[in-house]
């Protein structure tokens, strides 16, 4: 079994990366999909429960995730679906090491240029710092 990690920001970008892995046939393929939520900053944890506010981050990871939740479902494809809370390039690549997976897979917005500069490509970080091999899918 080969383990992809996909993680997903609820993009079309995502979704080309599903696509990407479908093409490739889900024979031999254990699949997980992974949405990372910022954290909640500021004086909201004075106001709203832990319990809430994980909540609210399921709900909103899983929300990112359907897309692809109903892409997989659509061709029969098997998944696990993971929601984390942090910063995404680092979480990525984290749990990518602590769960072995064998590649990540990932949807890259394209952005080159000043937009890359300006707005960071969480595809190049994960490049970067993840031991795993990476797939890029523009």
Known sequence: MTKIL?????SA???R???????????G?????????????????SFVSSDELNAYHRDE???ELAVARALLDAAGVA???HVLVGHPADQISRFAAEQGFDEIVMGSHGRTGLMQL????VA??????AKTRVTLVK
């Open 6 to 10: 996909i993680p997903l920001d609820g």
């Open 13 to 15: 970008a995502g979704a």
């Open 17 to 27: 990366a599903i696509e990407q892995v479908l093409q490739r046939g889900a024979a």
């Open 29 to 45: 393929l254990e699949l997980h999909l992974l949405n990372v939520q910022l954290p909640v900053d500021g004086n909201v944890r």
């Open 61 to 63: 990871g899983l929300a």
């Open 79 to 81: 998944y696990q679906q």
């Open 118 to 121: 300006l707005m960071g490509s």
């Open 124 to 129: 190049a970080e994960v490049s970067e710092q």
